[in-house]
């Protein structure tokens, strides 16, 4: 399975969900997953992710320092089976790439895995500094993504 997380930079959500989704595939021995970010921007190709995303996942565990942002291409929709959007802006950029049904079924607002229908955001911490909340909201909707998807490759 592999799954795609795209914010806007590249820098703060997306590089922070990767993280924590790769530490829960560990956990379960998921080992034919594979997770990646990107950003829609492109603004911050090739840098390392905000030292304040860093932080906090390293004191929940995660490390995310070794990250390199890049902007999302056609061809990610191609290959990722999931790629998971933060909020409806993300959302709405993604969908202008895909050239096929089968790609815009792909795309996906992480949070409504959590919260059914609700085109929820993960804010976006990049002004406000909340990247101890934005950690807690992605750590519990990819529990719920990973449950979802689980019991789906069972049936
Ligand atoms: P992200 O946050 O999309 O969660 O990586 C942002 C990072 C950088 C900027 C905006 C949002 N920026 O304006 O450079």
Same mark, same amino acid.
């Given at each position: 399975?592999?799954?795609?997380?795209?914010?806007?930079? =590249?820098?703060?959500?997306?590089?922070?969900?990767?993280?924590?989704?790769?530490?829960?595939?560990?956990?379960?021995?998921?080992?034919?997953?594979?997770?990646?970010? @990107?950003?829609?921007?492109?603004?911050?190709?090739?840098?390392?992710?905000?030292?304040?995303?860093?932080?906090?996942?390293?004191?929940?565990?995660?490390?995310?320092?070794? *990250?390199?942002?890049?902007?999302?291409?056609? /061809?990610?929709?191609?290959?990722?089976?999931?790629?998971? @959007?933060?909020?409806?802006?993300?959302? =709405?950029?993604?969908?202008?790439?895909?050239?096929?049904?089968?790609?815009?079924?792909?795309?996906?607002?992480?949070? =409504?895995? *959590?919260?059914?229908?609700? =085109?929820? @955001?993960?804010?976006?911490?990049?002004?406000?500094?909340?990247?101890?909340?934005?950690?807690?909201?992605?750590?519990?909707?990819?529990?719920?993504?990973?449950? /979802?998807?689980?019991?789906?490759?069972?049936?």
């Amino acid at each position: 399975m592999k799954v795609l997380m795209v914010c806007l930079g =590249n820098i703060c959500r997306s590089p922070m969900a990767q993280g924590v989704l790769e530490k829960k595939i560990v956990e379960r021995s998921l080992s034919h997953w594979f997770v990646d970010s @990107a950003g829609t921007s492109g603004w911050h190709d090739g840098e390392r992710p905000d030292h304040r995303a860093v932080l906090t996942s390293s004191q929940n565990g995660v490390d995310i320092s070794m *990250q390199i942002s890049r902007k999302i291409t056609k /061809k990610d929709l191609m290959i990722f089976d999931f790629v998971l @959007a933060m909020d409806t802006s993300n959302y =709405n950029d993604i969908l202008k790439l895909c050239d096929s049904e089968e790609e815009v079924h792909k795309v996906k607002m992480l949070m =409504n895995y *959590q919260y059914e229908n609700q =085109n929820r @955001a993960v804010p976006d911490p990049y002004y406000d500094g909340r990247f101890d909340e934005v950690f807690q909201l992605l750590n519990e909707s990819l529990d719920c993504f990973l449950d /979802k998807v689980l019991v789906s490759e069972r049936i």
